[in-house]
């Protein structure tokens, strides 16, 4: 008889996890799957001062110290905007969400795709921004086809993270189990959340310790790939 015929075919140790690998990924947007710090958030900064100089007739200086108040206080200006001026959220983010030339802006890991290419599973995006502005950010990376759906502060109904209503509205909606999510972010309070949820939860920071909610830690998403036994 000849052995190796009869020999079962051996799958490859990463081949045979990829097989039955059953968790979804959640990815969060800025900061995460791009760094917006050097371009893509001070010209978000300078566009909300500005409409809130013109909505609520502020100079310059009121309207910023008005922008950072409300995000502390609430997490998201928009918030802050909504309840004390009945603002309309589609108006102020469509407004304040516009890039001549996103490409040029964005800053990403060299090998980003491919990066995600290679993890298993389904993968989504859940971010606070506008899905306008979050899909023209995927579209600007090279790298839409890889996700299944976006889920933006709209299908949040306006309640970003880390009010739990978003992150329940996701799993529910695309027949998901919390329990078999994870979660990857920058914004430590948003894992919280994801946590509390049953979800595992990656934190992508330089920082050096990791509070107890973070399963895993990483400071770039190429090092996902390697840490896929601490997340199954
Ligand atoms: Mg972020």
């Known amino acids: 008889m000849n052995r190796l015929a009869a020999a079962p075919v051996r799958r490859s140790g990463r081949a045979h996890a990829d097989a039955t690998w059953t968790r979804t990924w959640i990815f969060d947007l800025d900061n995460t799957l791009h760094d917006a710090t050097p371009n893509i958030f001070p ?32 997490g998201a200006t928009l918030l802050g905007l909504m309840r004390h001026h009945g603002t309309d959220p589609y108006h102020f983010l469509w407004h304040t969400h516009q890039f001549t030339n996103l490409a040029s802006m964005v800053v990403r890991e060299p090998l980003l795709r491919s990066t995600l290419r290679r993890l298993p ?3 989504f995006v859940f971010s606070n921004a506008p899905v306008h502005y979050a899909r023209a950010v995927l579209k600007a990376l090279g790298i839409t086809d890889l996700f299944d759906a976006v889920f933006a502060i709209e299908s949040t109904r306006y309640r970003p993270k880390p009010d739990a209503h978003g992150f329940l509205r996701l799993v ?7 329990q078999r999510c994870i979660m990857v972010e920058d914004t430590l309070v948003n894992l919280r959340t994801a946590k509390k949820l049953g979800m595992k939860t990656v934190w992508v920071s330089r920082e050096k310790r990791a509070p107890c909610y973070v399963d895993v830690k990483i400071s770039n998403l190429s090092e996902l790939r390697r840490r896929l036994p601490q997340l199954a």
């Not at 529910?172 to 919390?178: D, E, F, G, K």
């Open 121 to 123: 599973g389904r993968k």
């Open 172 to 178: 529910r909606t695309n027949n998901l189990r919390a």
């Open 43 to 74: 010209h978000i900064n300078r566009a909300m001062t500005e409409y809130l100089q013109s909505a609520l007739g502020l100079d310059a200086d009121s309207a910023s110290e008005l922008r950072r108040n409300y995000w502390k206080r609430y």
